[in-house]
């Protein structure tokens, strides 16, 4: 986690934090589809190495999110209610179903309610944390529930009028950094 995002988690949503909140997420989540261009930078801590990656994504509330990685090596992921779908460069598909995996089940709902901003699924599924910043505002997410706790140890959104950056914190500390950039919205 980095040092400015650390911040956001020493102020937990209260009452008045979470009227913001939630105004904020009904402006940034008020379209249909949201779509641009995302640059992922994933860290490894146990290599001390970064792997980045560059492509498209959308966020559709009828459809789902879906990651079209462009380099360094194409490749597709959807999150959507039946479970995660990746298609790799060969077509290949790799399912993992909602229905055969509880886990992956929670995994599915905890990304979507980050990215479609669900208040109420969001309070369901997470601690709540929230912060005004210079350019928008903060979100901090911990999840309830301790199996998600050690795929997902936090979230941390950042957003103006778009989300602009997510990053996502494995259960061993790990960091992955999406940078959401030329939003087009349906």
């Known amino acids: 986690m980095s040092f400015s995002s ?3 988690f020493d102020n937990p949503v ?4 979470k009227q913001e909140l939630s105004q904020v ?9 949201v779509s641009g261009d995302f640059k992922q930078v994933k860290s490894i801590k146990k290599l001390n190495r970064e792997f980045v990656s560059t492509g498209t994504f959308l966020i559709s509330k009828k459809s789902g999110i879906v990651w079209k990685m ?5 490749s597709e992921m959807t999150v959507s209610d039946e479970g995660i779908f990746e298609r790799s460069a060969n077509g290949t598909v790799k399912t993992v179903s909602t229905k055969d995996s509880p886990v992956f089940a929670q995994f599915s709902k905890v990304i979507q309610a980050a990215f479609f901003g ?6 369901s599924r997470f601690s709540l944390y929230y912060e005004k910043t210079q350019n928008g505002s903060r979100i901090g997410l911990v999840p309830r ?8 140890a936090n979230i941390v959104m950042e957003m103006s009028e778009n989300l602009d950056k997510v990053v996502i914190t494995d259960g061993e500390g790990s960091p992955v950094t999406y940078e959401f950039t030329n939003h087009k919205r349906k």
């Open 25 to 33: 997420l009904t402006q940034v989540t008020r379209y249909d589809e």
């Open 118 to 123: 669900n208040l109420s699924e969001l309070e």
């Open 70 to 74: 462009q380099k360094p090596f194409v």
């Open 14 to 17: 209260n009452e008045k934090s």
């Open 145 to 152: 529930e301790a199996a998600i706790r050690k795929v997902v």
């Open 6 to 8: 650390a911040a956001v």
